[in-house]
């Protein structure tokens, strides 16, 4: 095995912002870069998401690097499985996990959503984790961040939510079916079955993530799928795992690293790896 | 037949010493063994007599025996008599009423495949003395009719593991009986000594020894260098950390035990006073322990045979060599009997599989497959046809390593070289069983340094010198685990389970702080938890014992029980039924549907995974890419590194080309012939390493500028080391420097040309620690060893079998748990602990630290060279893989090496 050791300064490899991917090999693999999944800053703010602009169905869309997507036509962001309280699911079967992750969420969806001038906000289902999942923590955080907001926040529920059944307190949000069509676009928490009948489709749900080693199963990296009819965003959640995509020729595959959102090559190379080198 | 209806039995026969008029129990029986070995043409051997009389005295003891040799029988029957001794009703049938005897000795094996051999022989002695015993099995494959049966009573004996001893001790009902065992045996100790299983079973120990402190405790070990170490480990520590007020106040809650020995230590015979003294002592750490060494003529050290291809060439590469050797293994297997043929890899043996099949089409069911990723079912057809003596060669890996004999095994082949003596030592044992044959193993190095390796391990092995294995030192994932048990099976004191856990080896040293911690973990979480009424997994009652409220935690954990991890492994079935085994899911995630791949001795089609299923189904004809499993390669061990470090400098002193003619020195083996060009080379454009100088070459290339460093310390002490040294220096200027390591050294790589001012300096132990933490990207490593302690603390769920959805909402994985822990609660220990065990065994920080104090100390020889030499090509050409597909690899390596072939002339 082979690994890099470069003239940097220890201090230098600590990213706060590291995804939750991996950066060592797993068995004799290489691994040019050193540490973690790193890109190349863009926007030039330090410690804000850059954005990937994207034309799609007619409408100009920004996927950002936390895994929000900006529509900004309609003065919209678009976010996907947040999974608030699922500390709090794990706790009560008896997995000992602390709070801080959910506040984390919100903390930094409303960091995207200033950052970007969003007036608006739509959450693709999955709010909440589970019935245990609604805390009075979690309730609070969720109705605190709900008057920052000063547009409207819509709220298509997912299949988590269905199951942690109704908030406790209301929250303020703007209930809307799954299926709703905006200028042309659906939007809904889970994909459709056949992309080809309908409009183009907005969606979460999968926790998509992409591999980046053809080794070890967690150079995993979160992404957006943005096939010909359907785009999904990876989940939004700091406490979520993910999925890993299938690569097709006429599927685009974004990662949303946080400083950046990079393309990866469509078609499978080499030994399945994403990673030149 | 009728059992002896009383302790005493009038008998006229002699006994071994003295002539008796009355016999107790167990002399009786000592006697019907002797007849029932006599009635088999067996005489005792010297160390089984020993054994019986240790355990007769009350001793503790550990059994250094290879297998097959009759070690069962020696610990068995030790075991048998003993409880006779001072329990003489158990051989009374009507004491017992309509059952048989209550549970009171308990057989710990580490392998499940294992226990049933294990079963049979246990009851063969059982019956044999005509005692009415039930022997009986307990492990996860156990029908879940039979164990809740078992619950209400338990056998007299309990074969079992060491998670279904933990499970039971999670049982009130089990833990209950529990309480009546007067012994137990832990058999194959040497394969848990050293990992998280054993301390497991440590753990248990402890809990059975608090209740009855008269409890005798034995472990069956083959080759094992720190054997005395491994009796202690066994048998706890002595008091622990615990003080003396601890002892004595442990020691009155025995008192009361119903099962305590005091109610039959009058009825001990006079001929054991000793025995009588010892069984009236209360305090298990004043027993004497026993160390027994089988010394045994007819089974002495195996044959070890290499072969030796036809043209060596002097540039050796992995991968190169084996399966080239094919021609040459062939004609061994032809020959009559069955032939184990190790590899060191799952893949390399789906590889010798395959090649094999191809070349000997005829031999169909007679050549088979065995290794850890295949089905239970597959794997036990196999054993079957071992045991039947019906193969003519099984293809294994590790998972024939240990456990059950062969006796129709007439060799065995390894491929590729063990690494450890004790490895080869254990797996040349698996052939020769019967009477005055000699093991024999024929080794296929894959490359031509192995053939010193093997020529090393030979010479280990002659003199009797095998590694030694480590104990694993306070984890707390498994501290913490065994905590929710004990609350589990009738619940706990939290000062007495102190005094308890620091009576088990690995806790002896463990500090109060720790303790509270792992208690905090249990009961609120972790201090980050504290605030969070909802949490509760151990609850404090209000009369202060630790209970386990909530009946679905307590499935939950009784689920996932143990500390063996697995990864995420896909099952890997017939579209019509049989299931073959699991592949990670690595591998086959990267496949598609219609690929083709090898597994379990087919080549297989991918159809599609459904719920954690591939499902496949024949293919005739494709390639087929060979699944690489997850931590295939093993270190060489320090032991072989030193004389293998040793042994090149004889050899190359005996070149025939050297002022030394050799004629002086016994004959060359074959293997040191084979490798003399090599050094030949070496020794001419270099130097040949010694334990006498650190050799270091300096070569230029279209790369950069390489330097070659060859400690001999293995390739996972060198890993750190050559992380440390590249990062030393990179500090003493900018410039980037890239390394690649193998068993022998390492290679440093840069653009610019690397200077080193001052070895000493580089070469400092100072700080090592520290270093490597910050030049390795040890969070990453650290998240990765967090994978076990998460499972094993309880921190995530693998789910209950067969019930994949009902869990999804809880299932997360432990590199997720890890970022939220450092995020939110970056005070947790368990994180401590993941770091330390990347120190302790990822990195092998204390090999590395005494490495580099040797290191500091010898003079360092560079040598300027020209191009790369035998010892560095190897190292060039694995750094290399990395970067190139594996086509072009192989081609650029083979060009490579006919060019310096080429430069090297004949």
New interface residues.
Partial sequence: ???????RR?ED?RDPHRP?G???S?????HPE???ARTQRAGGVPGLPGHYPLTWHGQELHLLGDGALHWPSRGTLLVADLHLG????????????????GQ?TLNRLERTRTRHLATNVVILGDLV??P?GWTPETVTAIRNWRTRVPGTVWWIRGN?DR?AGASPHPLGLEEVEEGVVWSGLELRHTPPHDGLESPPVICGHLHPVI?LR?????GRLPCFVVDPQVLVLPAYG????GH?V?RRPERRLLVAAQEAVVEVARTRT???SGHR? | MTPPGGDTVETASAGSDSVRTDLDAGDLSELRLREWMADRSWDPFPFQEECWEAWRSGADGLLHAPTGVGKTLAVWGGAVLSSLDSEPELADAAAHGQDLAPLRLLWITPLRALARTTLEQLTEVVLALELPWSVELRSGDTPSSRKSRQLQRLPTVLITTPESLSVLLSRREGARQLRGLRGVVVDEWHELLGTKRGVQAELGLARLRRWNPGIQCWGLSATLANVEEALDVLCGAEGGGASHADCSRADRLHSDQPHSSQPHASRIHSSHPQANRLRSSRLHSSRPRRVIRAQLACRSVPEVETVVPPTMGRFPWSGHLGLQLLDQVLPILDQDGTTLLFTNTRSQAELWHDALRRSRPGWGERLALHHGSLSREVREEVEEGLRKGSLNCVVCTSSLDLGVDFPAVDRVVQVGSPKGVGRLLQRAGRSGHSPGRRSRLVAVPTHAFEMAEFAAAREAMDQGRVEPRAPVERPLDVLAQHMVTVALGGGFRASDLLAEVRTAWAYRALTDREWQWVLDFVTRGGSALQAYPRYHRVVEGEDGVFRVPDRRIARQHRMSIGTITSDAALTVRFLKGRTLGSIEESFLGRLRPGETFLFAGRRLKLVRIREMTAYVRRADRGKGAVPRWMGGRMPLSTELGERVLGLLPRWGARLPSSGDDGGAGPLPAREEQALAHLLELQRRWSLIPSPNHLLVERTGSREGHHLFIYPFLGRLAHEGLAALLAWRLTREAPRSVEFSVNDYGFELLSPDRLEVESWPTLLSPDGVADELLQCLNAVELARRQFREIARIAGLVFPGFPGRGKSTRQVQASSGLIFDVLERYDPENLLLDQARREVLDRELNVARIRSGLMHLQGLPVEVRETERLTPLAFPLWADRLHATVSSEAWIDRVRRMAGQLERAAGE
Avoid: N, Q, Y
């Fill in positions: 095995m082979t690994r890099w050791v470069t003239g220890p490899d939750c991996e950066s060592r797993g068995g004799g693999e290489s050193g540490g973690g699922k500390e709090a699911v794990f706790r009560a079967r008896g997995l000992p996990i602390p709070d801080g992750a984390e984790h589970g245990e988590h199951a591999r053809a080794s070890g199963s967690r700091v406490f979520t795992g890993p299938e080499g030994r399945g080198r």
